[in-house]
């Protein structure tokens, strides 16, 4: 009987088995998927106690799962609506608790074969309403304009409409895509399409330079342009809580904003707000 014991502390042991521990559930925004992949695994090699368990599906997907108390954290590109803090308060007597992660330059996609090299905002906004609706109306080639954008459950899809659109319906055209890789990848193989999302997806297209208006000099999402807020689409990244961050949650977010943690911010593409 004790050897069998034994051989079972051993295999357990073995394979990282142990009776306490503890799982960290991080679910929301799939702007920030890939950056919470990467301080979970991060995480997770110095902390062979912890299992945290990351889920995209949108910001709105992610902040539903918090109002029913079916994740530890969420990750969102938006900020929480009042109308989402009350449901968290008459179920848990909280507000709910918002943390600044991260910095993101919501950036304007392009094919890379696209002549257009900057766009203002009332140009973005028209082609988004579908009153722009071909390249050569802002200077490009003379094609139909292939407008991509995310689910109405996404915090970017909300974020973009309300700065960008004024809050006022997208185009109906528009094809709807379920996560901001999805969208990259529909503009980097139509050289006629525009899309939308987080700056550390914008591999194998071009970012567009933007212009709050035809007399303003035009940026792109870099560095230095949205640290001091000349680029017109900045927005924080954001984790929620239900209540005070305790115990293990608090030490992973704790870590997340220490150096190490933002280091990641940096190498997936995003910016540090320490």
């Not at 995480?43 to 994740?71: E, F, R």
């Not at 910095?103 to 203002?120: A, C, F, H, R, W």
């Not at 094809?175 to 890789?181: C, N």
Request: proline share 2%.
């Amino acid at each position: 009987m004790r050897k069998t014991l034994l051989m079972l502390m051993i295999l357990f042991v073995a394979f990282g088995f142990t009776a306490s521990k503890k799982i960290i559930t991080v679910k929301g925004s799939d702007t920030m998927v890939i950056l919470a992949q990467r301080w979970a695994e991060k995480y997770m090699q110095k902390h062979k106690d912890i299992s945290i368990q990351v889920t995209g599906g949108g910001s709105g997907t992610g902040i539903a799962a918090l109002i029913n108390g079916t994740t530890d954290i969420c990750n969102s590109s938006r900020e929480i609506k009042d109308s989402e803090r009350q449901l968290l308060k008459q179920k848990f007597n909280s507000f709910g608790v918002e943390i600044r992660v991260a910095i993101d330059g919501l950036s304007v996609y392009l094919n890379q074969t696209n002549p257009v090299k900057e766009l203002t905002m009332q140009q973005i906004r028209d082609i988004y309403l579908g009153k722009i609706t071909n390249w050569k109306e802002v200077g490009g080639n003379n094609a139909k304009i292939i407008v991509y954008g995310r689910e109405n459950n996404s915090g970017t899809y909300v974020f973009f409409k309300e700065h960008v659109l004024d809050g006022a319906d997208y185009v109906s055209s528009m094809q709807s895509l379920p996560g901001t890789a999805a969208v990259a990848n529909a503009v980097s193989k139509d050289k006629n399409a525009i899309g939308y999302g987080g700056a550390a997806y914008a591999k194998g297209i071009k970012d567009v330079s933007i212009k709050k208006d035809k007399n303003s000099k035009a940026y792109l999402p870099k560095l230095e342009s949205i640290k001091s807020g000349v680029y017109p689409l900045s927005r924080f990244l954001y984790l929620y809580t239900i209540k005070k961050p305790e115990g293990a949650v608090k030490e992973f977010i704790d870590w997340i904003l220490s150096k190490e943690g933002q280091s990641i911010v940096s190498e997936v593409g995003y910016f540090t707000v320490r």
